[in-house]
């Protein structure tokens, strides 16, 4: 099973870009689907985004658009690139994966998670 860390959170003005990166320790290779979701403060999860293989990606509807997510299997890295962001963008993200199918992501699930990472986005 793979172990994931993400780094890149950080506090930015709406309109700015940041972009998270998740390590993957193991074989990126050994998961179905990969991706995001995230957890405002008190609320529920939500799916932000999620790739299976290399082009296969899928987005929630909030961050079409704004948000690209990518993986580079020869680094074990996933990547979230975040443009245009919002105030209610502010939220811990985490990185997931799936094992196998199906994958549930985007429904805020997983197989297994990291720790997260914090995004602040100031108006």
């Known amino acids: 099973q793979v172990q994931l860390v993400e780094s890149g959170g950080g506090t930015v003005q709406a309109g700015g870009s940041l972009t998270l990166s998740c390590t993957v320790s193991?074989?990126?290779?050994?998961?179905?689907?990969m991706g995001w979701f995230r957890q405002p403060s008190d609320q529920k999860r939500e799916g932000v985004a999620r790739?299976?293989?290399?082009?296969?990606?899928n987005y929630a509807d909030f961050v079409k658009g704004r948000f690209t997510i990518s993986r580079d299997d020869a680094k074990n890295m996933l990547y979230l690139h975040m443009n245009a962001l919002k105030p209610e963008d502010t939220a811990k993200y985490y990185c997931?994966?799936?094992?196998?199918?199906?994958?549930?992501?985007?429904?805020?699930?997983?197989?297994?998670w990291g720790q997260g990472t914090q995004v602040t986005v100031s108006s």
């Open positions: 790739i299976i293989g290399t082009a296969d990606r």
């Open positions: 997931a994966a799936n094992r196998r199918a199906p994958c549930n992501i985007l429904s805020g699930g997983g197989d297994t």
């Open positions: 193991g074989d990126i290779g050994s998961t179905y689907c």
